[in-house]
C-alpha cells in the first residue's frame, strides 16, 4: 500500500487566497483526521470523519477552514480567506477503527507545509 | 477539557534507557498511544494501551496505569536515531485523539 497521500507538500501563498490540501486515505480505512502542527500550539486535531461523514470540528479555527469527504478515497482541507497564521503543517492521517477500541493507529501522511506570506 | 503533560526535553547517551512520561485529564478514556516524529518527518505509531500493565515491542516498552492516568514510554538500548519528538496520545470518547504537547529525545554519542 502507498500510504497516506497528501498534495501538495509544500504550498506558499499569499495573504488572502484560498488553498485546498488534498488526502489520499489508506484504503479500506474508515476514519480521516486532519491536524494542524505548529511549534507554539503543537499537534491539534482540526476535524475527523467516520465512514466519510464529519464527527466532530471542534478544532476547526474559524469559519475560513472548511473541510470535505464526499468518498471514501479522498478528503479535503481549504482555507479561505488564507491568513499568514495559517502556516503550519498539515497532515491527514487514517485509521481502522475497531468498534471495540481494541486497537488504534493513525497512519499519518507526509503533510503539507503550507505558508501564507 | 482535555490535557495531556509530558517533559519538554529529555537527553540520554547511546545504550542507556530513558523512560517519557504522560498524564493526562481527560473526559472519557479508550486508550494511550505513542508516536514518533523525526525532525522534517510526520508521527509514526509505536504502541497503543487500552488495559493496565506493560506492552513490550523490542526496544520500546509502554506502560498505562489508568487509576493514576499515567503512563510512560521505555526506550532501552538508547541509538542515535531514536533522536525524535515524541508524544503520548489518547483515545477518547467519541473516538478521536488528543495529542500531548511532545517530548524531544536527543541521544549522545
Known amino acids: 500500500d502507498a500510504g497516506v497521500i497528501q498534495s501538495p507538500r509544500h504550498e506558499v501563498t499569499e495573504m488572502g487566497q484560498e488553498v485546498t490540501l488534498r488526502c489520499k486515505p489508506i484504503?479500506?480505512?474508515?476514519?480521516l483526521f486532519w491536524y494542524r502542527q505548529t511549534m507554539m500550539r503543537g499537534l491539534e486535531l482540526l476535524i475527523y470523519?467516520?465512514?466519510?461523514?464529519?464527527?466532530?470540528d471542534s478544532g476547526m479555527p474559524e469559519d475560513r477552514f472548511s473541510a470535505k469527504m464526499p468518498n471514501a478515497s479522498f478528503s479535503t482541507l481549504k482555507i479561505q480567506p488564507s491568513e499568514p497564521r495559517d502556516s503550519a503543517v498539515y497532515f491527514c492521517a487514517s485509521s481502522k477503527l475497531e468498534g471495540d477500541n481494541s486497537y488504534n493507529e493513525q497512519f499519518f501522511g507526509p503533510g503539507t507545509r503550507l505558508t501564507v506570506l | 477539557g482535555q490535557s495531556l503533560e509530558q517533559p519538554s526535553e529529555v537527553t540520554a547517551v547511546e545504550g542507556a534507557i530513558v523512560q517519557i512520561n504522560c498524564t493526562y485529564q481527560t473526559s472519557g478514556f479508550y486508550g494511550l498511544s505513542w508516536y514518533q516524529q523525526h525532525d522534517g518527518g510526520a508521527p509514526t505509531f509505536l504502541s497503543y494501551?487500552?488495559?493496565?500493565g506493560l506492552e513490550e515491542t523490542g526496544r520500546f516498552s509502554s506502560f498505562l496505569s489508568r487509576s493514576d492516568s499515567y503512563g510512560y514510554l521505555l526506550l532501552q538500548e538508547l541509538q542515535m536515531k531514536d533522536s525524535a519528538s515524541y508524544f503520548c496520545a489518547v483515545l477518547v470518547y467519541g473516538q478521536n485523539f488528543v495529542f500531548g504537547p511532545g517530548t524531544r529525545l536527543s541521544v549522545l554519542p
Open positions: 470523519f467516520n465512514n466519510n461523514v464529519p464527527i466532530d
Open positions: 484504503s479500506g480505512h474508515n476514519s
Open positions: 494501551n487500552a488495559l493496565d
